[in-house]
Structure formats: structure tokens, C-alpha cells
DNA sequence: CGAACTATTGAACTAGGTCAAACCCAGTGG
DNA sequence: CCACTGGGTTTGACCTAGTTCAATAGTTCG
């Protein structure tokens, strides 16, 4: 049943009591950024957030809705969406524990949600997380930084669909994945997503992504299994892939 | 299947420090500005901003330069510029006066600036802006909205460069234009950026940019002249970008 | 086993790319 | 005043990467 990504357990329950927080602590910058490597910058938020559950292909929050929340994935994976009227799909961006999403800002989304396999999400009021950037200069700086980070990737994403071929698409998204799914040793990739999805966030169409993973898979790049791709030559991947980062 | 090369790039020579400056310039092109737009949120750090000019097609910043400063265009227009090694380019966007770049969190650019017509420019000390944010939970609150702003155009330019055909998007980018340049009564556009620019910035060649642009102007929906482009039938190019701002 | 999916593969087609030639100015210099 | 040069732009003729259409093959589930 829950044959997909990790399952970091998370149940509601055993919330690590929320440290005592002083919205202009002089801790040490030692401290500060020990910590920093274990929290989010939401830590503050627990006491006022809630966990829930998403069935796989469930929508999250839809376009044009109001955003009143924002969310952090526990576990499972969800897809950003815009929808052309004749039903066109882009997939902005695919989502993985631990990421951010919801929060981008303006007054309600401009893009759905989606859940891609079932998933677990804790949820923060906005109007809390407004405030408590306000107050804590520090939170709001991070949060900045998560901005920041979603720019680049859907720069790097442009780049990707105004000019790149099939082959690079693929390639691209194949190792960018692998690089931010925690677990991928012996380069064993799973794809929570289907073909569609994968088509409609790189711009090309479902047979196009089939033929395309079936010739990297003729090279001996990669080896694909219905549910997952492992990684056969990664530095092969990544010349493919223009990436910058190999 | 390579995409547009253009000629040459003609960015790499040894760039010369930026023409002029100067602390405190009370130009008058600053000062019809500031009538116009009312208040931004880096008013308070004016004492430590500067002026400066960059002429037509010259560096602003460089991918990978570290990011110490933010700007805010006075007049003229800027592109951001994404290159791959082998010369493809993608322009992630065009700004125009009013607007602010530089400032997108990370600590070195991901992208290119360049001037594409003669620019002036005011110039922010990025710790500055950073030390104003943190002690002005306004301030930070008007950044995170621009941050919001360009994130959403970015998705937007997603959804183009993904799905549509090479009339929409020159339909979408037409009539996005027209709804930021100010003074574009009588539906005329003027065009700063030459083919070339236009064609890196939706993902196409420049010959389909032009051929393009003679489909639309054919069907009556535009005229043309080379450095502007007057709309004729505003309501079938907003149905033709698929806008649903119309 | 069969229905309903999703993925894969093949064959034909087309939007847009590539190559190449003409055009159109704005300078420049005779 | 005009020819000449050099940059961007426009147009035409052809070509191909990727789409579309269609048929096949696994998989899941009742």
C-alpha cells in the first residue's frame, strides 16, 4: 500500500515539543545554525498547524483559490499545475518531502495542488506565517531563501523548455530528481508520477517521454522498471543533461 | 534539432566599469520618475543607493557573479539572460522602468543582466537591503510580494514555453507587453528588444518570430513597424494569447 | 477471465527549425 | 548626392524532431 517514497512516520502524535522560542533570541550563531539544520522555519508554527492526509490524485488547493494555507510535505510527492481552458496541463514543479508549497506569496494560488501519490501534509495558516515573519526577522529571511530557491528552479525550468531537446529534458529531470531524493543510492530512482505528469512538466507528450527513456535505456544509460529508473551511467546522465553541476 | 544560434556573443569582452555614477544624482530623469511611482520599498535606503548608466547591450551582471547589489530601473530596458555552454540562450525576462532585479535572494546570479537599450539604473547595496528588511517587517513584506510577482510570471512563461504554439506565445507576449508599458495608447508598442531577444525569450527562432509576426499582421490583428508594433484588434490578439485577463 | 488503465511501439504528419538569399535602412565616405 | 558596407529583418524552400493517430502489451483489480 504504501509502496512509494519514504515514510517518515509523522502521525499527528509525537511532535517534538516545541522549544521555547524567544522571537529575538541572542543564541549563540553555533546554536543557531545547528538547529537550523533540523528545523524548518516554521518550527514556530506547530502548536497552530495540522497534519492531513491526501489521497493520491486528490487536488490540494485549485487555481484561483485563496490561499489561506501553506503547506510541508511529510511524506509522498505533489504536483503545482496550470490548466489552459481547452485543457492543456503545465506541471510546474514536482514536490518532495520536506519541500514548501502554498506559500508563494500573492493572495490566492495560481496554481493547483495535486496530490501525485498519497500523501501527508502538515498545514500552517497564513495569516500566522505573515505574522510570524513580521516578527522574526530571521524566519522571514529563510523564507526569502525558499523563494528564492523556487525562482531558480522554474529559471532553470525555462531554460530546460524554451531550449532544450527531448533527450536533454529527460536526462535533466531524471538527475535533478535523483539529486533531491534523499534515498537514491545505487541510483535507483522512483517516479511517484506517471508518464503524463513527466510529459506535461518537461513540454513534450507521453510517447515522446516513453521513446525517449527507451533510447537512454538502449545506451545503457539508465534501466527502467514500471515504477522506479536506476541509473546506470551517471556521468553519461548528466553531460545530457547540460548540467552544470557535473 | 539545434535551436537558435544566434551569430555571435558578442558579451565576452573585457567589460569596463560601469560609465557613471554618482551617490546622491538628483537627474531629472529621476525626478519625472519619481512623480510618476510614488514610493518603492527601497525609498529609505536612497542616501546609500547610486545612479548609473549602462549603454545598449552591455553587461549589467554576469551567471554566476556574487549578487552585491540590487537595481531599480530608471528608464530604458534590461533582459535576464540564461546561456548554455554551446550558445543557446533563454531570456527569462524583459524589465522594464519601475521595475526591481537583482535582488532574488541567492547570494550570486543565476542569470545575466545586460541593457537592452541604454539604461539608467539605481543601484542598492544588497546587505543594505538585507539589514532594512530585517528591521522593516514592511519592507520585507513588499519584497516577498515582488518575489511573488516575478515567481508567478515565471510560471506563467512555464505554461508558454511548455504548451503554447508560436502565435499564441507572440500573441501572450505582445499583449503582456502592452499591459506593462505605460504609455501605450492607441495600442502602440514600442519594441526595445531586436528579433533575436524576442526569439530567446518564447523558445523560438528569430525566422518564426518574423514570420509569425507577418501571420498576425496579414490577419489584421497588428502593424508593423521595424522598432514598434501597433495593435489593431486588441480582442483577437488577448483570444489568441489565451489570456484570460480578457 | 475481462474491464480499465497505463505504458510502449510503429507509421504518417506537421509545426517549427535550418539554410540561404534578398531586403532595408543607417551610417560613412567618396 | 550616391554608392557601399554592415547590421538586423524578412521571405522562401526544404527538413526534422517531436506530435498525432493507431495498434499492442503489460498491470491492477473486481
Redesign the pocket.
Request: charged share 20%; glycine share 12%.
Given at each position: 500500500m504504501f509502496a512509494s517514497l519514504q515514510t517518515i512516520d509523522t502521525r499527528s502524535g509525537p511532535r517534538p515539543a516545541p522549544i521555547a522560542w524567544s522571537p529575538r533570541s541572542a543564541a549563540p550563531v553555533e546554536a543557531r545554525l545547528a538547529r537550523r539544520a533540523e528545523t524548518h522555519p516554521l518550527e514556530a508554527l506547530e502548536p497552530s498547524a495540522s497534519t492531513l492526509c491526501v489521497e493520491k490524485d486528490r487536488e490540494i488547493y485549485s487555481q484561483g483559490d485563496p490561499a489561506e494555507f501553506s503547506y510541508r510535505i511529510l511524506s509522498g510527492t505533489v504536483r503545482t499545475v496550470k490548466l489552459m481552458e481547452d485543457g492543456r496541463r503545465q506541471v510546474a514543479e514536482f514536490l518532495l518531502p520536506g519541500d514548501f508549497f502554498g506559500g508563494d506569496g500573492l493572495d490566492d494560488h495560481d496554481l493547483a495542488a495535486e496530490a501525485v501519490s498519497a500523501v501527508v501534509l502538515r498545514r500552517y495558516p497564513r495569516r500566522a506565517v505573515e505574522a510570524l515573519a513580521d516578527r522574526d526577522a530571521d524566519v522571514a529571511r529563510r523564507l526569502r531563501g525558499l523563494a528564492s530557491a523556487k525562482l531558480r528552479a522554474a529559471r532553470e525550468q525555462m531554460m530546460l523548455l524554451g531550449r532544450k531537446?527531448?533527450?536533454e529534458r529527460i536526462a535533466s529531470f531524471l538527475s535533478d530528481l535523483a539529486a533531491r531524493l534523499p534515498n537514491s543510492r545505487d541510483g535507483r530512482i522512483a517516479l511517484a508520477m506517471?508518464?503524463?505528469d513527466i510529459a506535461d512538466h518537461l513540454?513534450?507528450?507521453?510517447?515522446?517521454v516513453?521513446?525517449t527513456?527507451?533510447c537512454l535505456r538502449r545506451d545503457g544509460v539508465i534501466e527502467?522498471a514500471?515504477e522506479a529508473v536506476s541509473i546506470r551511467d551517471a556521468r553519461s546522465l548528466h553531460a545530457l543533461a547540460c548540467d552544470p553541476r557535473h
Open positions: 531537446t527531448a533527450v506517471g508518464r503524463a513540454g513534450l507528450t507521453i510517447e515522446t516513453c521513446r527513456l527507451a527502467i514500471r
